[in-house]
């Protein structure tokens, strides 16, 4: 079983629409959670952190942490045609390291 | 805040020579910072995790003769990679965490692209 996993898509949605990113992770103990917009042939570049249980929003996009379920979403809102992307889930474990371990990432593209 | 820059964003070299790459901190301090390599259509790989001040960590699998990191100060580390050849060809991305921050944050760098002939 993967540590972090994210369906690699590619998830398609029409402008305006809301556009939903799921990730499971397998370490229980894992305490930081961050979402990465990464362009193609560009860097990740820092979207979202979520530390609690519940929804943290930040202008067009929401963060959903279920540390019960294991479970972190991002959605975004009135999706636009440059939020198309490769989006990463990361997630730090328990413990001292500052390591995160990636998912895959999800491809979206947002159709005009 | 929070810019991380890379130096150069690409270089081409001769396979059998050494290339370094820089990842500079530019508003805040680091006392730890992080080097991956990506491959086309893969996800980000962690090759190393870099402290101030005292030897690299490096993940398993990752030859730390041949992937050589320094980081004398809290603003910069280098990533030489020695000896290219031609599958060291990749996209070399380094990140940081702004020190003394209660928070996990990493920052990105714009990445090197490194193309080994």
């Known amino acids: 079983q993967k540590e972090v996993e994210q369906n690699s898509g590619p998830l398609s949605v029409p402008e305006g629409a809301i556009a939903s990113l799921n990730c499971t992770y397998s370490d229980r103990v894992s305490q930081s959670f961050f979402w990465y917009r990464q362009y193609s042939g560009k860097s990740p570049e820092l979207i979202m952190s979520?530390?609690?249980?519940g929804d943290k929003e930040d202008g067009r996009f929401t963060a959903q942490l279920n540390k019960a379920s294991q479970y972190v979403s991002l959605l975004i809102r009135d999706s636009q045609p440059s939020d198309s992307a490769t989006y990463l889930c990361a997630v730090r474990g328990g413990g001292a390291t500052n390591k995160l371990i990636f998912g895959t990432g999800t491809l979206l593209a947002v159709q005009p | 805040g929070a810019v991380v820059s890379q130096h150069p964003s690409w270089v081409i070299c001769k396979s059998g020579t050494s290339v370094k790459i820089e990842c500079r901190s530019l508003?805040?301090?680091?006392?730890?910072m992080f080097w991956y390599r990506q491959f086309p259509k893969q996800s980000l790989m962690l090759m190393a995790t870099s402290n101030e001040g005292s030897k690299a960590t490096y993940e398993q699998g990752v030859e730390k003769d041949k992937f050589l990191i320094n980081h004398a100060s809290l603003t910069l580390s280098t990533l030489t990679v020695t000896s290219a050849h031609p599958e060291d060809s990749s996209f070399y991305i380094c990140?940081?965490?702004?020190?003394?921050?209660?928070?996990?944050?990493?920052?990105f760098g714009p990445g090197t692209r490194l193309t080994v002939t």
């Open positions: 508003d805040f301090q680091a006392t730890t």
């Open positions: 990140s940081a965490i702004p020190g003394g921050s209660l928070m996990d944050e990493q920052y």
């Open positions: 979520i530390y609690s249980n």
